[in-house]
């Protein structure tokens, strides 16, 4: 069972289309991660929360705007995708402040854009 | 700035024998190192950590990784793999950032296919 859990498993939107990914976690980690996965390809990180701040982004375009509203729940708005935006969107977790805390991931969001 | 080699993108092996998934990494300074399964349509799951200590780490559906700092390596073993083991592996070491944020370098995966 994973410890963190991701919603909706599947996400189809046209181009013009306005959705939110939602990524939730208990195990009181207070470092959050939004990543991006092409087939057969290691996740890309995008961004980072850190105690419900933003502390990386890896030069993400405006089009993905994250979210922490508190240290359980993460979000990723999405507005205006494009065709390359369709991939496999994981969110993970981890105790923060430590380089060797492991991250602990969710299943994903596998979002196609039409 | 960190980077991670994993030099095999596929390894085919047969059901029962022994298999080794190559990793190094290169750095400068300490390193904490992490190997990951991916299965099909699922995320990645944590086989095993290497902090400090005995070099010889071992995780969880038996498998295990030596950390090697002379030859910078932390390849990842299991003597007997089964068809279940069939999946993505990837191997990361955690970066520093800023403000106490670290974040994954990871390898590029290596995927075993277990042949019947």
């Known amino acids: 069972d994973t410890e963190v859990t991701q919603t909706p498993k599947h996400l189809v939107m046209g181009m013009t289309n306005k959705k939110s990914l939602k990524c939730e976690q208990h195990?009181?980690?207070?470092?959050m991660y939004w990543y991006k996965q092409k087939a057969k390809k290691p996740p890309e990180l995008m961004f980072v929360y850190s105690y419900e701040k933003l502390s990386i982004n890896e030069s993400v375009p405006s089009r993905f705007s994250p979210e922490c509203p508190n240290s359980s729940l993460l979000n990723l708005h999405l507005h205006a995708l494009q065709p390359e935006d369709s991939a496999l969107y994981l969110c993970?977790?981890?105790?923060?402040?430590?380089?060797?805390?492991?991250?602990?991931f969710g299943d994903g969001t596998r979002l196609s854009i039409l | 700035a960190q980077s991670v080699t994993q030099l095999d993108s596929q390894v085919p092996v047969f059901e029962e024998a022994p298999v080794e998934l190559r990793c190094n990494y290169s750095s400068s300074v300490s390193v904490y190192l992490f190997w990951y399964v991916q299965y099909p349509n699922q995320g990645l799951q944590l086989l095993l950590k290497?902090?400090?200590?005995?070099?010889l780490v071992k995780g969880i559906n038996g498998f295990e990784a030596e950390f090697n700092k002379s030859q910078t390596s932390f390849h990842l073993r299991k003597p007997s793999v089964h068809i279940s083991d069939t999946a993505e592996y990837f191997c990361?070491?955690?970066?520093?950032?800023?403000?106490?944020?670290?974040?994954?370098?990871f390898g590029t995966g290596t995927r075993l296919k277990v042949l019947a």
């Open positions: 290497y902090l400090s200590g005995s070099t």
């Open positions: 993970a977790s981890s105790q923060a402040g430590h380089s060797n805390q492991p991250q602990h």
């Open positions: 990361a070491v955690s970066e520093g950032g800023t403000s106490g944020t670290y974040k994954y370098i």
């Open positions: 195990m009181g980690h207070r470092a």
